[in-house]
C-alpha cells in the first residue's frame, strides 16, 4: 500500500523560508517521478516542481528559482525548499508520484498524500 506523508508547513511571514517534506512507504522515489502541486480554495490544483527517477527537475513557469526540489534516497523522502515566500504562495501543498515519465499534469499522478497548509502572511 503506498502512502505519502507531507510534513514542514506552517504559517511564516513574507520573505522567509520553509522546506516541505514528503516520505514514501510502498514505493521508492527512485524509480518514480515524483511532484509538489498546491491549491487554495475554488481552484484547480497547480503543479510547483517535480523530479524524474533519475533526479532531473522541472518547476511551474510562477517560480522564478525561489523553490527548490530535491530528493533523499536514502530516506525515500523528497523535499520543497521554498524561499522568499509570498503571500500568494499560501495554499495546500501536495506531494505527488507515477511509475512514468515525468509531467506537469495532475491528471496523470497516480498516488497523492494528504496535503499540508502553508500561510503567508504580509
Known amino acids: 500500500q503506498v502512502q505519502l506523508v507531507e510534513s514542514g508547513g506552517g504559517s511564516v511571514q513574507a520573505g522567509g523560508s520553509l522546506r516541505l517534506s514528503c516520505t514514501a512507504s510502498g514505493l521508492p522515489f527512485s524509480k518514480y517521478t515524483s511532484g509538489w502541486f498546491r491549491q487554495t480554495p475554488g481552484k484547480e490544483r497547480d503543479f510547483v516542481a517535480g523530479m524524474s527517477w533519475s533526479g532531473n527537475t522541472f518547476y511551474g513557469d510562477f517560480l522564478k528559482d525561489r523553490f527548490t526540489i530535491s530528493r533523499d534516497d536514502a530516506k525515500n523522502t523528497l523535499y520543497l525548499q521554498m524561499n522568499n515566500l509570498k503571500p500568494e504562495d499560501t495554499a495546500v501543498y501536495y506531494c505527488?508520484?507515477?511509475?512514468?515519465?515525468?509531467?506537469?499534469?495532475?491528471?496523470?499522478?497516480?498516488?497523492w498524500g494528504q496535503g499540508i497548509q502553508v500561510t503567508v502572511s504580509s
Open positions: 505527488a508520484a507515477r511509475n512514468g515519465v515525468w509531467t506537469t499534469h495532475v491528471e496523470q499522478y497516480d498516488d
